[in-house]
C-alpha cells in the first residue's frame, strides 16, 4: 500500500507541475473526441463529413473556453441535423435553448457533462455517468446527464428512422413525423434516464452516510444497481439484453471511476475521531478522517569522496634578521 501512494503523489506532482500543458492537451483530445463522434452520430451535412474536420476543431478547442465550446456543438449539430430536414434542425436549436435557460445557466460548470454524455455512450461505457455524478457532483449535475441521454438516443433514433425511409423517399416532412413519433415511443430512452436518475441518487445518498469507507462502497453499490436495473427493464421492456457486454462495461466504469477517487482523495478510516461539543444555542456532532499523504523519502546510497584534496600551507614567519620563527 505504501508504494501505491508513493505512486499517487508522484502523479499529482507531475499533474501540478504540468498542468498547463496538460490541460492543453486535455481540450484538444476532448475537443477531437467530441467532434469526432458528432460526425459519426450526426453524419448528414457536409461541414463534419470533411477529413480531419474534428481535428481542427479539436485545436480549436485549445483556445475557446468551455461555455464556447458547447454554443459551437449544439450550433454544428443543428446545422447537420438542418441538412437532413430543417424541422429538425430548428426543433434541436429550441431543445437546447430551454434547456441552457431553464437549467445550464444557473450550473455552468456542468456543461462538460453534457458534452461527454454522448462520448462515453458512444464508446459503450455510459455507466461511468451516474456513479461520477453521484460521487464527486451530487444530485444537481443529474439534469446535464439525463439530457445528453437525451441527445444521444435522438441521434439513434434520427439513423434508425433514416433507415426506415431508405427505400421510400426521405422527404423532410416525412422524416420529422417519424422521427418525433418514435422517440416519444422510445422506452430504451425511458429506462436509460430511470436507470440514471435511480443510480445517481443511490450513490450520493450512500456516500453522504456516517459510515466506513462509504465513498468505496457508494461506488460499487453503484455499479451493482446499474446491472440489475438494466437486466431488470429488458426483462419487463421485453429488451434483449447481452449478460456479458454489460458485465464488463460495469467492471470498466468502476475501475474508472476508483482511479478518479483514488487520486482525488485517500481517507484513513481507522483514524476516525468522533467530536461532541456545545454553545449557548446549539449540539455540535463532527466527524473527523484524516486523509492520507506519503512523501517519497530520499536515500543516499552512495557517497563519492573528491580525488583530489586541498590543504591550506601554514605561512611561516620571519623576523628581521631572515630567521625562521
Known amino acids: 500500500m505504501e508504494k501505491l501512494l508513493i505512486f499517487r503523489e508522484r502523479i499529482l506532482k507531475f499533474l501540478s507541475s504540468n498542468g498547463r500543458v496538460l490541460r492543453l492537451a486535455g481540450k484538444f483530445i476532448g475537443g477531437a473526441l467530441l467532434f469526432y463522434v458528432a460526425g459519426e452520430m450526426y453524419a448528414y451535412g457536409s461541414l463534419l463529413s470533411q477529413p480531419f474536420m474534428f481535428l481542427i476543431l479539436g485545436i480549436a478547442c485549445i483556445f475557446l473556453p468551455v461555455s464556447v465550446i458547447f454554443l459551437l456543438y449544439h450550433l454544428i449539430v443543428a446545422f447537420q441535423l438542418s441538412a437532413l430536414a430543417m424541422e429538425i434542425g430548428i426543433l434541436y436549436l429550441i431543445v437546447i435553448g430551454l ?60 439513423q434508425e428512422g433514416i433507415r426506415q425511409m431508405s427505400g421510400g423517399g426521405n422527404e423532410g416532412g416525412q422524416i420529422y413525423s417519424l422521427i418525433m413519433s418514435s422517440t416519444a415511443e422510445n422506452k430504451e430512452l425511458m429506462l436509460g434516464l430511470l436507470v440514471f436518475i435511480i443510480v445517481t441518487a443511490a450513490v450520493a445518498g450512500i456516500r453522504k452516510l456516517w459510515i466506513a469507507y462509504g465513498w468505496y462502497i457508494a461506488i460499487l453499490a453503484g455499479g451493482g444497481l446499474y446491472l440489475f436495473a438494466v437486466l431488470t427493464g429488458g426483462y419487463f421492456l421485453d429488451n434483449e439484453v447481452h449478460i456479458v457486454p454489460q458485465l464488463l462495461m460495469i467492471l470498466a466504469s468502476l475501475l474508472i471511476v476508483m482511479a ?34 506519503m512523501e517519497e523519502e530520499m536515500s543516499v546510497k552512495k557517497v563519492i569522496v573528491p580525488a583530489r584534496r586541498f590543504y591550506l600551507k601554514h605561512k611561516e614567519k620571519h623576523d628581521d634578521k631572515g630567521e625562521e620563527s
Open 99 to 158: 434547456y441552457y435557460l431553464i437549467y445550464q445557466r444557473m450550473f455552468k460548470k456542468t456543461e462538460l457533462l453534457l458534452l461527454m454524455t454522448p462520448v462515453l455512450f458512444y464508446f459503450h461505457i455510459p455507466a461511468v455517468l451516474p456513479i461520477v455524478v453521484g460521487s464527486f457532483i451530487g444530485l444537481y449535475g443529474l439534469p446535464a446527464i439525463l439530457m445528453g441521454s437525451c441527445c444521444y438516443y435522438f441521434a439513434v433514433t434520427v
Open 260 to 293: 478518479g477517487q483514488f487520486l482525488y482523495s485517500v481517507i484513513d478510516y481507522t483514524r476516525e475521531e468522533n467530536f461532541e461539543y456545545e454553545d449557548e444555542e446549539y449540539y455540535y456532532y463532527v466527524r473527523a478522517i484524516p486523509k492520507i499523504s
